[in-house]
């Protein structure tokens, strides 16, 4: 009995326990005794397929799962890209598949992170725009099939979708939460889409939509392209600076996808910021103080059109997003405040 106790420690994964039909009543009655114990350290862990594993926030995600010894299945569109960011002597056990494994990996899951989705920071080109919009579209309608398709019982109950703030619109003035309508510009509209494609997965597995605002982090993401400017004296303020950013930690947002993997509260749109959005002209302020930088010189918008093209519409525009239904849900937030954040980023 106690042996076959110690095998069962392969299938912790799953939250539910297979007992042999050849045990007797009596049998099985003991054998749940003598594991119960055994079992609880392990009964959360979970089997997590992600997709956009190599980027910026899916990267720190796979690390904090790999860490807490869940499972991990890495879906990728290049297998070498993905052994060389999650090397196998330092991630022993992370499964990388492609497209073709995506199928395997996603039936043999508690849960899906879909991250996928071509960076938006970059000059846009009509190719490009649909690019960004289709790299969204394609993957998570994938996905979404994969899991639909999945037998029950190895089905995952849990998808954690990416989307972002862009589904407000822009405005200087007004203060949107996750039951404010979408705005009427380009990334709105990829944003409706992307979200649409999410809410196609069958009703029995619970959906969060992560609208994700601009993500502070020293190895990637908008702080990596201006801690460069600020190091040369040339930092300040993009465009007018009155229009507000709508930030988070790369901890944080880890920590948000982390929680609602687990916590059934996690459901429907959550916004992914943190609760003190800052007008632009204060993050540089805070940026500049924080390097011992001056960020009173501000970089003209025909400057950043000149670099981003249409792109730079995210940065120049802006939207003051609060993230009511993860303050409602009680969600910790380590770095509340941009000035701690950036401390923390770049101590």
């Known amino acids: 009995m106690e042996v076959f106790c110690s095998l069962s420690w392969t299938h912790s994964i799953s939250p539910r326990l297979h007992i042999p039909h050849s045990f007797s ?15 609880s350290p392990k009964a959360n862990l979970m089997t997590v397929s992600v997709t956009g594993a190599t980027g910026f926030i899916g990267t720190r995600l796979v690390q904090r799962l790999h860490a807490d010894n869940h499972k991990v299945c ?19 056990g992370i499964v990388i598949a492609e497209e073709a494994g995506w199928k395997d990996c996603i039936e043999g899951s508690n849960a899906v992170v879909n991250l ?9 080109s009509p190719e490009i725009k649909k690019e960004i919009k289709e790299s969204r579209i394609r993957v998570t309608s994938k ?16 998808l954690v979708s990416a989307t972002a703030v862009g589904y ?3 405005s200087e003035t007004r203060v949107f939460d996750e039951n404010s309508p979408s705005g009427n510009d380009y990334l709105a509209e990829v944003c409706r889409e992307w979200e649409g494609t999410a ?6 597995v619970r959906l969060a939509l992560i609208r994700i605002g601009v993500v502070l982090g020293k190895d990637g993401g908008a702080l990596a392209k201006m801690i460069p400017l600020f190091m040369m004296f040339a930092g300040g303020p993009l465009g007018s600076g009155q229009q ?4 988070i930690h790369l901890d944080d947002i880890v920590n948000l996808i982390y929680e609602a993997l687990s916590n059934p509260s996690y459901k429907g749109v959550i916004n992914g910021t943190a609760p ?28 950043l059109k000149a670099v981003l093209g249409e792109g730079a519409s995210v940065v120049l525009e802006g939207q003051k997003v609060v993230p009511a239904k993860a303050k409602e849900l009680g969600f910790p937030f380590k770095y509340p405040y941009v000035k701690d954040a950036l401390k923390s980023i770049l101590s």
Do not use: H
């Open 74 to 92: 890495v879906l990728t569109r290049s297998k070498s890209k993905a052994e060389t960011i999650f090397p196998v002597k330092n991630f022993p």
């Open 199 to 204: 809410l196609k997965v069958d009703k029995d």
């Open 276 to 303: 003190n959005p800052v007008r632009l002209s204060e993050m540089c302020n805070q940026l500049g103080n924080v390097l011992g930088r001056p960020s009173w010189l501000p970089v003209p918008d025909f400057a």
């Open 244 to 247: 507000w950013f709508s930030w």
């Open 25 to 39: 009543v009596g049998e099985t009655n003991r054998f749940r005794v003598i594991c119960s114990a055994a079992q």
């Open 168 to 170: 407000y619109g822009t």
């Open 116 to 124: 996928a989705g071509m960076p938006i920071s970059t000059r846009w």
């Open 143 to 158: 996905v979404v099939d994969l899991i639909n398709s999945s037998p029950q019982g190895v089905r995952p109950t849990v």
